[in-house]
């Protein structure tokens, strides 16, 4: 089984929804090479808890909100300085001639700003840059939350395959109960064991009960993601244990360098660039002019008056903001290259845990388990003729028992693995052509 991840970008463009649904496909012919395809209305695909998640999950809508805020930040940026009207008196209250209002003078002005230096180009590049960072962190989330559907279903098709086995321990300990009394009535075998063979088959009915209730819970954290509380399905449908072989590790590794969790540094890269020129641009001088009219009380003259200013050591009181910007630029690249040895511990540790757990299931499915259950089968028959006793009868069940046991943490290790892997490297583990084949 191979499982595909791919987030969902900020946007609807056409040629990214075909992306998706193709890649959608993908996730469901890999999962279970057609077994999903059709499902019952109290059986749940791998297909539609994906849709359900993706539509109904809170987690992604809010990058819907983040990305309006962003349109608005956008729009301010956008803006040039504003206009402002000021009006000044001056000479009132005064001594001598300038008793009251009688040398008053009336000043209305009209002033603002001139950015200097491209500040508002750079403004919206800042913006725009945050907007980029916020779609790679959407891929990010989406990707997440995509890992978190696939390890919640893995986890149903475990619950009920250790559902499974619990009943197939319970029928073995009835057929063990029948074959036991049946020799106790023919005085074969003492009644001790009539009671051992009971208290066996009210365990595993123990166990029974304990498995309905570890897949029920498994079932609600699954539904969950979309936020049912009640699941509208009984089982999920899939082969736990159809697993593949993958590819090798430094293909994989390659793969994970466009994760978008590593694409995202690049994103912000560019943003704490875009941030880098917005400080430089700081350094250049607005130039701040008014315009307006003057008049005088005292001989109802009128006059024009204008005036500018620029602050002066602009540059020298903005080194300390460039250096900021440059330091926080320059610890993007760093922080990538400590991200790439983190994924590479963490891709080479599924990596080999998934070998292993493929090793195992396919030694205990060719050799073990066909060996344990035809050990089974000659040990009862054994019992049944007085050759072996009721200790090596039940020895033999519970050894095929605890193989299948084994069987089923081996898929799911192989199935947790081998979706973390591809949660690394945002890829198949397969090439379409070798899913379809």
Known sequence: MVIFFKALPIGNSPQ???????????????????????SADDTLSLESAIERTLSQNPRLRVFEFRDEALRGQADTAALNPPLEIGADIENINGTGSLTGINGAELTISLSSVIELGDKRQARVAAVGARRGQLDAERQIDALDLLGEVTRRYIGVLVAQEKLSLAQDAESLARETIQSVETRAAAAATPDAEVLRAQAAL???????????????????????????????????????????????????????????????????????????????????????????????????????????????????????????????????????????????????????????????INTLQTNTIPLLDQALSETRAAYESGRYSYLEWVAARQELLNARATLIDAAAAALSYGAEIEQLTAEPLLSPLDQTN
């Open 16 to 38: 990214l929804v075909v992306r998706w649904r193709l890649l959608l496909v993908s996730v469901i012919l890999s999962f279970s090479h057609g077994v999903i395809a059709g």
């Open 202 to 360: 009210s365990q595993a009915e123990l166990l029974v009960s304990a498995e309905q209730n570890q897949l029920s819970y498994a079932r609600v954290a699954l539904s969950a993601l979309w936020g049912d509380t009640e699941p509208d399905f009984e089982l999920v449908s899939g082969d736990l244990f159809q697993v593949e072989q993958q590819s090798g590790f430094e293909e994989l590794f390659a793969r994970v360098q466009q994760n978008p969790f590593i694409e995202a540094f690049a994103h912000e890269e560019r943003l704490r660039e875009a941030e880098l020129r917005l400080a430089r641009t700081q350094s250049e001088s607005d130039l701040r002019w008014s315009v307006g009219a003057r008049r005088l009380q005292e001989n109802s003259d009128m006059a024009l008056v204008a005036g500018f200013s620029i602050p002066l050591f602009t540059a020298e009181r903005n080194r300390g903001a460039e250096r900021s910007a440059v330091a926080a630029r320059e610890e993007v690249g760093v922080r990538r290259e400590a991200a790439l040895i983190n994924l590479h511990s963490q891709l080479f540790n599924a990596f080999q845990n998934r070998q292993q757990a493929i090793t195992t």
